[in-house]
């Protein structure tokens, strides 16, 4: 039920503004954030000119994503790379 509200691309950022379903449908753990966010900004940060992807949620920065990180922050391909074996 998530939606991508829109997608902003400046200066090689690449914020994603997500509905609340973003969270309040997420699984949580670290696990389920890895398998949610790291197929997400590996993907993205493929393309030429992205290099970090920043998540909002309807317009909002948060600081706290089910106890398990904050989305207060730029996510970088190279935080994700050693999760691919």
């Given at each position: 039920n998530t939606?991508?509200?829109s997608a902003k691309l400046?200066?090689?950022?690449?914020?994603l503004d997500m509905s609340k379903e973003f969270i309040t449908e997420h699984i949580?753990?670290?696990?389920?954030?890895t398998m949610t966010f790291a197929p997400i900004v590996?993907?993205?940060t493929e393309l030429d000119g992205i290099d970090e992807v920043w998540f909002t949620i309807e317009g909002?920065?948060?600081e706290d994503f089910k106890g398990t990180d904050t989305l207060n922050r730029a996510f970088t391909r190279e935080e994700f790379l050693g999760y691919i074996k």
């Open positions: 939606k991508v509200l400046e200066n090689n950022k690449l914020t949580g753990g670290s696990t389920g954030f590996l993907s993205l909002k920065n948060v």
